[in-house]
């Protein structure tokens, strides 16, 4: 085979490029000099937010603005009972049962009739609405009441946290939170379980009775367990953070965010506001990612040195007693049922007997009003009080051992090293990017008005504040 030969053309082309010399680029410009530039490029044409009439006009106060705020803020108070007592309502309507006709037996049982026509009732209450609101405030105020949940949830919670200013309880209550989200699957399946078998204990036919005490009794061991072994190791919050962690470290959404880099002396001389807006926004991101990482590990490490396992053993503990004493008060009842001389009492006895009853077997203690004489009634008292010491027990050892296993716990202390050590390598970067110290970085970007609404600043002071276990740190 004969080679190829190259065209003229390519030739010379090669010739040409070979022959010129790559010119050396142009050095940087100094951080100074670029940020100087930013102050006076932001000063020059400043945009309608920061204007200073603008801002004059908006802090002024006009006239009658304290009457309307006091206005719409007893309005909001006036929604945030009235969607109380209706969402009250909606839930023991579904899962209690008629309430309302209970009460109004009570209160006035010549009256009970009028419940019958609660269509007429709402109709009427729809009118005298229509008559009082214009449609705008009745259709916003009807529209809180309904979102309400959604209300509590994303917008007074959050307030209410903001106002305190509480990292240790922010993550106190995220902790709280996720550890009853990790159980609420087994915790339905359980409810259901319970409720069915209280159904049937509640009926008359024996048969249905014993099968609702064994289903009882069973599924009030399993629960017990499960949430023994729980308490025992109760990492369910840190467990959470470290996947989250790592699949966002794996995922690299972090290493997306733009790095910002010096322009050269000539490119800086054709600088815009916009370009001057860019750099300063994408070293604004760098800052603000190295902050909330750094207040993120914080919280962990408060998290783990805190309270906040305490008070989930002392949540459990309450819980598990209330379910104890539930579980045996419908226990209990069935054995009265389907043999009532397995008890001594002087009177029938009701629901509420049975609960009292229940309740102080739970510590081995007795009442008058009903006493065990059969087998069946005195295992139950027994079973009665060893769970309840069981509960105690299990919930005391939590508390002595499990505060320590937390603290000292190696994936908490791995997270939170994680954290603090992404953080310093946003950090040098953005030190080794800008050729200033990471203060004098947050200090230009606040010097020219970022800030993201203050969070910025706000966690710049509180990574400042927060204290640092020495071997998570460093």
């Given amino acids: 085979m004969v080679k190829q030969e190259q065209s003229r053309n390519q030739k010379v082309y090669a010739r040409s490029i070979s022959s010129h010399r790559k010119l050396p680029s142009p050095p940087n410009a100094p951080a100074g000099e670029v940020w100087d530039l930013i102050d006076r490029l932001f000063a020059e044409n ?3 937010e920061q204007s200073p009439t603008t801002v004059a006009d908006s802090k002024r106060p006009r006239r009658g603005d304290s009457r309307r705020r006091k206005r719409r803020t007893d309005w909001r108070r006036v929604l945030d009972v009235s969607a109380s007592v209706v969402w009250s309502f909606i839930v023991v309507k579904l899962f209690i049962g008629d309430l309302d006709r209970v009460m109004l037996a009570v209160i006035a049982p010549q009256a009970v009739w009028i419940l019958d026509f609660r269509w007429l009732l709402v ?14 405030k009745l259709g916003l105020s009807l529209a809180y009441i309904i979102g309400f ?25 995220a902790g709280i939170v996720t550890s ?55 990492t369910a919050f840190i467990r959470t953070q470290k996947k989250f962690i790592d699949w966002v470290l794996q995922s690299r959404i972090i290493d997306k965010v733009p790095t910002p880099t010096l322009p050269n002396r000539i490119t800086i001389q054709s600088w815009t506001v916009e370009d001057a807006t860019k750099f300063r926004d994408s070293a604004g991101y760098h800052v603000l990612i190295t902050r909330v990482l750094q207040f993120w590990a914080g919280c962990l490490d408060q998290y783990r040195r805190g309270p906040s396992v305490v008070v989930l ?82 919930v005391i050892i939590s508390i002595t051992l499990n505060y320590r296993s937390v603290r000292a716990e190696a994936d908490a202390e ?24 990471f203060r004098d970085l947050e200090n230009r970007l606040f010097a020219t008005g970022w800030g993201i609404f203050g969070v910025a600043r706000w966690l710049a002071t509180q990574a400042e504040e927060q204290p640092r276990n020495s071997t998570t740190s460093n």
């Fill in 123 to 136: 109709l009427v209450l729809t009118a005298l609405l229509l008559l009082l609101f214009n449609s705008r």
């Fill in 313 to 394: 053993n002392i949540m459990a503990a309450v819980g598990l007693s209330f379910q104890v004493i539930l579980a045996f008060t419908f226990i209990n009842l069935g054995v009265y049922t389907f043999a009532p001389d397995q008890f001594f009492c002087a009177a029938t006895p009701n629901l509420w007997t049975f609960v009292y009853y229940s309740a102080a077997g739970t510590y081995f203690g007795e009442i008058g009003a009903l006493v065990p004489v059969g087998v069946f009634a005195i295992v139950s008292k027994l079973a009665n009080g060893i769970l309840g010491v069981v509960v105690a027990g299990t």
């Fill in 46 to 48: 400043p945009t309608p």
């Fill in 180 to 234: 009853i989200g990790s159980r609420v699957r087994l915790f339905t399946i359980a409810l259901a379980i319970a409720s069915l078998s209280g159904f049937m204990i509640s009926s008359t036919e024996i048969p249905w009775v014993i099968a609702g005490v064994i289903g009882m009794a069973i599924t009030l061991i399993w629960w017990l367990t499960i949430t023994a072994i729980d308490l025992v190791r109760s």
């Fill in 414 to 437: 791995g997270v939170v090293r994680t954290l603090y050590g992404t953080a310093a390598e946003f950090e040098q970067a953005s030190v080794e990017q800008h050729q200033m110290s």
């Fill in 149 to 173: 949940p959604l209300v509590l949830l994303c917008w007074k919670l959050p307030k209410f946290l903001i106002k305190k200013r509480s990292s240790l309880l922010v993550v106190g209550l």
